[in-house]
């Protein structure tokens, strides 16, 4: 078994894509110059003229024939999910599954997005006249996604954008590709419009083309620096921006302390730690901490990791070995910091053992960074206040979860926490299709979900009579 890390060899012409996990050729796809990124969006701005017309319930059909297109191939693209992100079969299927929910729901909110009327006249000698408010597709969405849901995270921009009326034109991760350039393929088979939805392929400098072209509005997901230099090269162009996490499980003495461990262990080590709501950062109260530690320990030590397509394996490498080497630096900066490696912190290529840290020192890279990778960095606290002004002190605001049964401790935890979503007795990764879903300060702009993104990803016309 080799532990070859994935590479990704970007010519002239051509991306090669292989296993993050034994170094096997996957697939390749064909890298697209920024002219030819201008003349995608240009064609479906072409076929977006015509599609703008179109009812509520062609959308829906379109999506849902898209989500049945999906379900009819679910086993391949799973397979093909696992090969070139390396998630386990059982998160790669878990995808698709969620993917088809995403795109049906889109066409489901299609039917709903609904306008208002407002009376004028509403203070004295106010005009009598009615004000008519509708949503109109913005155009061209421009679209950039990560490696670490190829297929779902496509889908969160594809079908609210459809079902707003838009076009889309996508650009994967050069990490991930395939996915996205099947979905695409999938999309024409079940009766899209020619050039309403185009795939185009490349690194950062492909991203920077796309934003600069005459898209109308642009979605990306992924770092934070790197949705910073997007947005610049944007410029007046409306921006979704979901970006970096690190996020905060809070556990009270009240709480049920296994329910607990259960989630930290699921959504820390899922995607082997690439999920940017994922438990980052593990905050145990002062009363329950060495009794929670050492179950947490415990569970960690019984993950069981390595190749992806075995059915048995809990969780799969990261997506390359520079990226398991960042993480293995910054666990060894935590530790000569003081911090204590309680499991883990072994592995070589871009495999890495599931890790627990304890004492880990808040301003570490290890706990101040996002950092995706399988790594738990334990916190103890006394004080609620204090480690809320903790987290809130941080560069992110995702998500947060805690769990308590305190009326009370989860009032000041939900009104407290600078963060976009928490999550009560739930992990921070917790997440539905159709739920806000985003961030603050360092962590995004706008939200997603397919019910809040139509509205986003439309434009605001009134209409006064």
Known sequence: MSTLSQLVKSGSDRIEV??????RLVGLVSATSPAVIVDAVFQARTAQAEFAFSTPAERRDLLNALASAIASEAEPLAQLICAEVGKTIAEARNEVRRAQNTLRLSGDAATFLDGEVLHCGIVAG????????????????????????????????????IAAGN???????????????RLAELA?????????????????????????APIDLLSFTGGTAA?????????????????????????????????????????RYEIAGQSCAAVKKLYLHADIHDEVLEALVESARAVRHGDPLDPAIQMGPVIDAQSAAQVRARVGSALERGARLLVGGTGTGSLLAPTVLAEVPPDCDLFAQETFGPVISVRRFDDAGAAIAEVNAGAYGLQAGVFSNDHAVLKQFSRDLRVGGVMINEGPDFRAEHVPFGGIKGSGLGREGVRIALREMSETKVVID
């Open 18 to 23: 292989t296993s993050p996990y034994d170094g």
């Open 227 to 267: 949705g910073l230099a997007l947005k610049n090269a944007a410029g007046l162009v409306r921006c979704l921006m979901e970006l970096g996490g690190n996020d905060p499980l809070f556990v009270m003495p009240d709480a049920d302390l296994q329910a607990a461990v259960r989630t930290a262990i699921a959504q």
């Open 188 to 212: 024409e088979e079940a009766g899209f419009p020619a050039g309403l939805f185009q795939v185009v392929h490349g690194g950062a400098a492909e991203a920077l083309a796309l934003a600069r």
């Open 167 to 181: 076009g889309l034109v996508a650009k994967p991760s050069p990490k991930a590709p395939l996915t996205a350039q």
């Open 126 to 161: 106010g005009a009598n006249r009615q004000a008519v408010i509708t949503y109109e597709p913005a155009g061209v969405v421009g679209a950039i996604t990560p490696f670490n849901y190829p297929l779902n995270l496509l889908c969160h921009k594809l079908g609210p954008a």
